[in-house]
């Protein structure tokens, strides 16, 4: 369809089933499209083929800081999302224009790294082209609009969504969907470290890839265990959301790599390469000498890491099972851990600034045991992720904006799919 035809289509309702499906809604997501398919008119023209992607932020559920050590998660995508108008084109190029950032061209006869992208989205682009091409898949040259609700800086992933909608554009226009979701997040993450010049886990990818709540088990990182886990949050009494602190992410490398640092530590000691393969009981048995030839604060995130394994299984088995209050005590548990094991709410080097620590203390008031809540993603800074009964949560969201700011609370849903293109029905 063209881009008047598709416009057509979407104002008369035959969009509605995907928009449904997707954000439980129509009338905003219909506005939302047609008015993403009159920016790419602006800035591309009118083309015969228009075709509507998207692809999901996601929400870490469990697991904080353990998949750098070959370990467990359970995460989930959400339905914040990043969307695409998409034509294909027969010049071998792919131009994407995404809302408020200059185009970015990418020729695909070059399918090396170069260094003047890193750290751009043309980068991104270029790394799931070449990943598609390594692979034996088809790659070809297309022109799009995006544009984004998946907020920057939120914990939630706003990467690793383009990078998942780079490969469903990819694998539906010119492999017939035949890619799986494991693959198209592999190439993503490719794209992010070795083009993009990111080291990143693999967890972000494929919880964006995949959808819904899963389980993801890093032991073998080249081939991860997935499980998608069947609980339907909507059915619960609890809203899940996040709460933008509003912390600042600058200067905070040393403190990411600071955990990987000590984690690799405590597992060299114990003659092994990652803390996934440690013997626990030699850990906890050969703690003085651990302690005389590290540090305090490594044995520690050592120990968050071992225990949130155990509490990851837990929420695994607790979703799976429907328990929602065991699901609830092992959040509130792995945030425990994180404050005072993994230490990773606020940087040292700015112990001033605590917007975290001040963030779930208030919502810890707020609950009062009744709900649950925690540090989300790497920490330092940015977002807690809370779970607030469905009846209070207009008065905790009107509580914590009124010291974090308007519209700092942010309410989610688990969206049951990941990458995604919606087609007329």
């Known amino acids: 369809m063209n881009l008047k035809e598709t416009k057509n289509k979407i104002e008369n309702g035959a969009y509605d089933n995907g928009f449904n499906f997707l954000y439980g809604e129509s009338k905003n997501s219909a506005f939302r499209y047609i008015k993403a398919i009159n920016s790419f008119n602006e800035v591309f023209g009118e083309r015969e083929e228009i ?3 998207s692809a999901p932020g996601r929400t870490e559920i469990g697991g904080n800081h353990t998949d750098h050590q070959h370990g467990s998660i359970v995460a989930a995508a959400v339905n914040l999302d990043v969307i695409a108008v998409v034509s294909p084109n027969n010049e071998n190029i792919i131009r994407i224009k995404s809302e408020g950032y200059d185009m970015d061209t990418v020729d695909l006869s070059v399918l090396s790294a170069l260094e003047n992208e890193k750290g751009r989205s043309a980068a991104i682009i270029r790394g799931v082209a070449a990943a598609f091409k390594e692979k034996g898949y088809n790659i070809g040259g297309f022109d799009a609009y995006t544009t984004s609700n998946v907020l920057k800086g939120s914990g939630l992933s706003s990467s690793a969504a383009f990078e998942v909608l780079v490969s469903n554009i990819l694998n539906n226009i010119y492999n017939n969907a035949i890619v799986s979701t494991t693959e198209m997040a592999k190439f993503s993450q490719y794209a992010e470290r070795e083009f993009f010049g990111k080291p990143c886990g693999l967890l972000d990818q494929m919880a964006s890839a995949t959808g819904g709540f899963i389980y993801v088990d890093f032991n073998n990182p080249s081939e991860p265990e997935v499980m998608k886990l069947n609980y339907d949050l909507d059915n619960s009494e609890y809203k899940l959301c996040v709460v933008d602190t509003g912390g600042n992410h600058a200067n905070l490398t040393s403190d990411y790599a600071d955990i990987t640092y000590e984690c690799k530590q405590i597992s060299n000691l114990l003659n092994v390469e990652f803390l996934r393969d440690a013997d626990q009981n030699e850990f906890y048995k050969n703690l003085a000498n651990l302690r005389s030839k590290s540090t305090d604060r490594a044995i520690l995130r050592a120990f968050h890491f071992f225990t949130e394994q155990d509490r990851v299984l837990t929420q695994r088995d607790a979703l ?3 328990d929602f209050n065991a699901f609830l005590n092992a959040v ?12 990773n709410l606020y940087s ?3 112990t001033k600034e605590q917007p975290l620590c001040l963030a779930i203390a208030l ?3 707020f609950l009062n045991g009744d709900g649950a809540c925690r540090v989300h993603g790497g920490g330092f800074a940015g977002t807690i992720q809370a779970y607030i009964k469905k009846d209070k949560f207009e008065d905790y969201q009107a509580f914590i904006e009124a010291v974090f ?4 609370c942010i309410p989610l849903k688990v969206r049951k799919v990941g990458g995604y293109e919606l087609t007329a029905k």
């Open 320 to 322: 799976s099972s429907g």
């Open 332 to 343: 509130n548990a792995s945030g425990d851990s994180s404050y005072k094991y993994l230490q």
């Open 51 to 53: 075709r509507l992607f």
């Open 348 to 350: 040292n080097s700015n």
């Open 405 to 408: 700011g308007a519209k700092s």
């Open 363 to 365: 919502t810890q008031q």
